[in-house]
């Protein structure tokens, strides 16, 4: 993996004016290891910095809108060459804690996330810690770990 692919990676799932160690703990995860090339920690970058990082490297295009997903160099998406219904409409994404931890209500409500952003969180094992997730506009919550997200 390339330092540009790792700094695709992480972009897909900070937020803007978010570092990437932030990103990992509202996730609920803690820093395991070090990603190191030559001098290269992510970990203090900001969501900022890796969009101006990409942009030099000619990852993001000057069309590219916030909160797209970033596809690594030589990566297609399959349905841009395709006319598919679903681009023009995506799906977006809401979650709350089942029991949230001490100190946030559990009528507060994150979001919207992309199909694609909540499948990552899902498989990263985000949502086995209580989650519920709906889509935006429904009103009923179901469990994280049992949607599929496609």
């Given at each position: 993996?390339?330092?540009?692919?790792?700094?695709v990676?992480?972009?897909?799932?900070?937020?803007p004016?978010?570092?990437?160690?932030?990103?990992?703990?509202?996730l609920g995860g803690?820093k395991?290891?070090?990603?190191?090339?030559?001098?290269?920690?992510?970990?203090?970058?900001?969501?900022?910095?890796?969009?101006?990082?990409?942009?030099?490297a000619g990852v993001?295009?000057?069309?590219?809108?916030?909160?797209?997903?970033?596809?690594?160099?030589g990566?297609?998406?399959?349905?841009?060459?395709?006319?598919?219904?679903l681009?023009?409409?995506?799906?977006?994404?809401?979650?709350?804690?089942?029991?949230?931890?001490?100190?946030?209500?559990?009528?507060?409500?994150?979001?919207?996330?992309?199909s694609?952003?909540?499948?990552?969180?899902?498989?990263?094992?985000?949502?086995?810690?209580?989650?519920?997730?709906?889509?935006?506009?429904?009103?009923?919550?179901?469990?994280?770990?049992?949607?599929?997200?496609?």
């Amino acid at each position: 993996m390339t330092e540009t692919d790792i700094y695709v990676e992480f972009l897909n799932i900070v937020r803007p004016s978010e570092t990437v160690i932030q990103a990992i703990q509202r996730l609920g995860g803690r820093k395991k290891a070090v990603v190191k090339g030559e001098h290269f920690d992510i970990y203090e970058e900001s969501y900022e910095q890796m969009v101006r990082i990409l942009r030099r490297a000619g990852v993001i295009p000057d069309d590219w809108m916030v909160g797209t997903p970033i596809l690594k160099p030589g990566e297609r998406a399959e349905a841009i060459w395709e006319d598919d219904p679903l681009l023009s409409n995506p799906v977006n994404w809401e979650y709350k804690w089942a029991t949230p931890p001490e100190g946030q209500s559990s009528d507060e409500v994150y979001g919207p996330f992309t199909s694609t952003e909540m499948k990552s969180w899902r498989d990263q094992g985000f949502f086995n810690q209580g989650i519920l997730v709906r889509m935006v506009g429904d009103s009923t919550f179901e469990p994280g770990d049992s949607v599929t997200f496609e």
